[in-house]
């Protein structure tokens, strides 16, 4: 155990109660990405009632404390605040009933079924215990609560806000996401951890007629169903098998009514890889078979191709890595392990890369324990309501402390002399 969790332990008695309320109150009030404003308010207020000096509406709602506490590495500690257009199912008693209206102006639900609201909690408790215990630490923290990660812009956004100009640059990044997993534990990985995300807008133009009369139609729904089956040979014949990749069709539109062939319909796919080479063989693949079919169907125009967001790989620095490795093994013991890369995507290497600094991110797991073991013995572990569910809801005991400990015990591997040592 090191100095800093060994504070948080005198001091959770009263500090994780407080915390518990803030993140159901967080959890209650959800809001979309880029339009965090609420929360970053609760999160900045936070901060600067704790002595940190604080900047506001950095692209568009982030927030950036700075405390500084003598010679010492710089560290950026890093939470995600945004929620999902997701109508809540959990039945929590503290369960979101927000609505709000999405981008394209649509009534959405939202709700924090991702966990962002954990990770805002986590950070605003680090920064208290970091601000109160300033006899254990040496350097300077920068607390950052980013906008927009489930867009892909939030980090982007921030770095656009001037965060490289107006702040000092660290030596490490640090992040955690709270993920199916048994509550307590930690997982981490050198190299890359998460997948490099694609998502694109592809619109295919046709030519509209009386459903009577195919022969007067280019018909795009008969275009877009041949798309949708081509894409799906990418992954099977164009990637090899030792790779890993993804695509997914997430959305077909076209049309409004049986009898009506419309002039145009709409796919909305999603792509995951691990690899740079892999990734662009599926990008240029994609835009190469929609182009083909339109040809085929003899559409009148070439596809529309929108970018709707694009996450790099999340890339653990090697040496980094180890060096939270040996410092997990020492909080948690058995209970911080090696893990598999997982499917998702994160802009929070933005950060890192941007920077050119080394970054660290890692798992909590937030299952209760006995529901993730039984589910692990009977081979069920995806039955578990995960990250993006409407039904995802980690528990709170023991998380909340583990999340704290697991964000302490990282960043004082630079910040107190004796964990840089052991």
Not at 43 to 61: C, K, M, N
Not at 79 to 107: F, H, Q, V
Request: aromatic fraction near 6%.
């Amino acid at each position: 155990m090191n100095v800093l969790t060994s504070a948080l332990d005198i001091d959770a008695p009263k500090l994780l109660p407080e915390l518990e309320t803030i993140y159901k109150d967080l959890h209650r009030n959800p809001e979309l990405s880029m339009v965090e404003v609420r929360t970053a308010g609760i999160a900045a207020d936070y901060l600067a009632a704790e002595g940190f000096e604080v900047s506001r509406q950095i692209g568009p709602t982030g927030v950036v404390g700075v405390l500084k506490n003598g010679e010492g590495p710089t560290v950026m500690l890093r939470a995600d605040m945004d929620a999902l257009p997701i109508a809540e199912a959990t039945g929590l008693p503290y369960a979101s009933t927000t609505k709000a209206r999405d981008e394209e102006g649509n009534e959405v639900g939202v709700a924090h079924s991702c966990g962002h609201d954990l990770h805002v909690t986590w950070l605003m408790g680090a920064a208290r215990l970091l601000a109160r215990n300033t006899d254990l630490w040496k350097g300077t923290v920068l607390a950052v609560f980013q906008p927009g990660e489930e867009v892909g812009r939030g980090a982007q956004s921030m770095i656009d806000g001037g965060m490289l100009e107006r702040f000092p640059k660290p030596d490490i990044i640090l992040g955690q996401h709270v993920m199916v997993g048994e509550a307590g534990t930690v997982s981490y990985r050198s190299g890359v951890i998460l997948s490099a995300g694609d998502s694109l807008k592809v619109r295919l133009f046709g030519r509209g007629s009386h459903g009577s009369q195919p022969q007067t139609s280019i018909d795009p729904v008969i275009m877009a169903a041949s798309t949708t089956m081509r894409l799906q040979t990418i992954v099977s014949r164009e990637i090899a098998p030792i790779d890993s990749a993804v695509l997914t069709i997430g959305s077909l539109q076209a049309g409004t009514k049986e009898n009506i062939i419309p002039d145009e319909a709409t796919l909305k796919l999603n792509i995951r890889t691990y690899d740079e080479n892999v990734r662009n063989t599926m990008l240029s693949a994609v835009k190469r078979i929609c182009c083909a079919e339109c040809a085929a169907s003899n559409a009148p125009r070439e596809p529309e191709f929108t970018t709707l967001s694009s996450y790099p790989l999340t890339r653990n620095d090697v040496e980094s890595t180890e060096k939270v490795a040996r410092a997990f093994e020492v909080q948690f013991g058995g209970r911080a392990h090696e893990t598999k890369p997982a499917g998702a995507s994160e802009d929070f290497s933005v950060f890192g890369r941007t920077w050119k600094v080394p970054y660290v991110f890692w798992f909590v797991g937030g299952t209760d324990a006995q529901t993730y073991i039984k589910a692990k013995e009977k081979n069920q572990l995806n039955a578990i309501p995960s990250n993006h569910s409407p039904k995802f809801a980690p528990v709170l005991d023991p998380t909340l402390k583990t999340g704290l400990q697991a964000m302490l015990t990282a960043a004082s591997a630079w910040l107190c002399a004796t964990e840089q040592q052991a």
